[in-house]
T-cell receptor, first 115, second 111 residues
Framework: SAVISQKPSRDICQRGTSLTIQCQVD?????MFWYRQQPGQSLTLIAT?????????ESGFVIDKFPISRPNLTFSTLTVSNMSPEDSSIYLC????????????FGEGSRLTVL | DQQVKQNSPSLSVQEGRISILNCDYT??????FLWYKKYPAEGPTFLIS?????DKNEDGRFTVFLNKSAKHLSLHIVPSQPGDSAVYFC??????????FGQGTRLTINP
């Protein structure tokens, strides 16, 4: 298994500002994933963060809005830029282990409220 | 386009009885299916999975059934316990570790 720590756990933000969420894993992993869970909705994949290369974004998500860094095999950040109330969500970092197929491990999530 | 659907937002079951959670999918390319459990203020935790080459997988009180022709999977919990009260998400994958989730079903186990 993997232990994943996310910061901040929650925050209240003003419209137009940006916030960076940090994700730390207790072991080296190749791929890290960032998900969003809007209120009452399912988890939606934002992007896959690969170490040493640009993140791969899913349809509907763009780098200008959700820039991602992956400086090493245990750490990643997701920035939510120029926030609006529609960005109020839980943002979750997840990782899969080598040899696994879909058994992702998730952090506790970062609950953002945009006023 | 919701590729993975959980049509029941909530389910209430008596302690000791069977809980059955259902999930439907539309993408025939999905070849791996998973169930996750989520408590409030925590991230989802992996529960059980099944490959498309199987139609049943058991792990203790949890059994997942897959009906590929109907594009339907279900999670059976027997017997249900109060600690099983949580939101359950089904998920599907057609590419290594890239999951598509359903909307979730809130399961409440009543004593």
């Amino acid at each position: 298994s993997a232990v994943i720590s996310q910061k901040p756990s929650r925050d209240i933000c003003q419209r137009g500002t940006s916030l960076t969420i940090q994700c730390q894993v207790d072991s080296q992993v190749t791929m890290m994933f960032w998900y969003r869970q809007q209120p009452g909705q399912s988890l939606t994949l934002i992007a896959t963060a690969n170490q040493g290369s640009e993140a791969t974004y899913e349809s509907g998500f763009v780098i200008d809005k959700f820039p991602i860094s992956r400086p090493n095999l245990t750490f990643s950040t997701l920035t939510v830029s120029n926030m609006s109330p529609e960005d109020s969500s839980i943002y979750l970092c997840s990782v899969g282990l080598a040899g696994g197929y879909g058994e992702l491990f998730f952090g506790e999530g970062s609950r953002l409220t945009v006023l | 386009d919701q590729q993975v659907k959980q049509n029941s937002p909530s389910l209430s079951v008596q302690e000791g009885r069977i809980s059955i959670l259902n999930c439907d999918y539309t993408n025939s390319m999905f070849d791996y299916f998973l169930w996750y459990k989520k408590y409030p203020a925590e991230g989802p935790t992996f529960l059980i999975s099944i490959s498309s080459i199987k139609d049943k997988n058991e792990d203790g009180r949890f059994t997942v059934f897959l009906n590929k022709s109907a594009k339907h999977l279900s999670l059976h919990i027997v017997p249900s316990q109060p600690g099983d009260s949580a939101v359950y998400f089904c998920a599907a994958s057609s590419f290594y570790q890239k999951l598509v989730f359903g909307q979730g079903t809130r399961l409440t186990i009543n004593p």
